[in-house]
T-cell receptor, first 112, second 111 residues
Framework: DAGVIQSPRHEVTEMGQEVTLRCKPI?????LFWYRQTMMRGLELLIY????????DSGMPEDRFSAKMPNASFSTLKIQPSEPRDSAVYFC??????????FGDGTRLSIL | TQLLEQSPQFLSIQEGENLTVYCNSS?????LQWYRQEPGEGPVLLVT?????EVKKLKRLTFQFGDARKDSSLHITAAQPGDTGLYLC???????????FGTGTRLTIIP
């Protein structure tokens, strides 16, 4: 079975550009989570959805970040405008009934 | 804010040795999970402990949930190079689907 699929795997862009990260959860899963991982702060939850509805976005750092889940098989995390401090590895995870979470392999984002 | 502190932060030992990694918090959790993450990949769930005092074994790995549900430990017997990776504990709060991840322990097993 296919796991959580994230794209792109790597993204390098200049400060000020819009960045869109994509995630395809495991089919049938009803929860989707977006995380950010850095050496300094570890793995932080940004936002999560249940049945395509955002439940908690308290981890979203600021208004430059937005996330959508238009249907059960697709979600996006957008940063506009991007800043160098947004550089991190971004993970998407999905689960059935919230546990356990299955993680994708992440998108390594570098903002120059 | 719930915090999960892991210790040690880094650990490098010889193949065949035993080791213990700790995960501590001042908060109570409904369950605690342990993940292992390898470079370029996402975390992979190893085990979930739910009951205070619970002990679970996964081959050479032994996981324990503290009686007060605030802490956990991971013990590895006869470590092997394949055990190398970043170990993360994660606590689940009561009535909340969110996970709070620990600070991580980066383990290196030297052949």
């Amino acid at each position: 079975d296919a796991g959580v699929i994230q794209s792109p795997r790597h993204e390098v862009t200049e400060m000020g550009q819009e960045v869109t990260l994509r995630c395809k959860p495991i089919s049938g899963h009803d929860y989707l989570f977006w995380y950010r991982q850095t050496m300094m702060r570890g793995l932080e939850l940004l936002i999560y959805f249940n049945n395509n509805v955002p439940i908690d976005d308290s981890g979203m750092p600021e208004d430059r970040f937005s996330a959508k889940m238009p249907n059960a098989s697709f979600s996006t995390l957008k940063i506009q405008p991007s800043e160098p401090r947004d550089s991190a590895v971004y993970f998407c995870a999905s689960s059935l009934a919230a546990r356990p979470q299955h993680f994708g392999d992440g998108t390594r984002l570098s903002i120059l | 804010t719930q915090l999960l502190e892991q210790s040690p932060q880094f650990l490098s030992i010889q193949e065949g040795e035993n080791l213990t990694v700790y995960c501590n918090s001042s908060s109570v959790f409904s369950s605690l999970q342990w993940y292992r993450q390898e470079p370029g990949e996402g975390p992979v769930l190893l085990v979930t402990v739910v009951t205070g005092g619970e002990v679970k074994k996964l081959k050479r790995l032994t996981f324990q949930f503290g009686d007060a549900r605030k802490d956990s430990s991971l013990h590895i017997t006869a470590a092997q190079p394949g055990d190398t990776g970043l170990y993360l504990c994660a606590g689940e709060s009561f009535g909340n689907e969110k996970l709070t991840f620990g600070t991580g322990t980066r383990l290196t097993i030297i052949p």
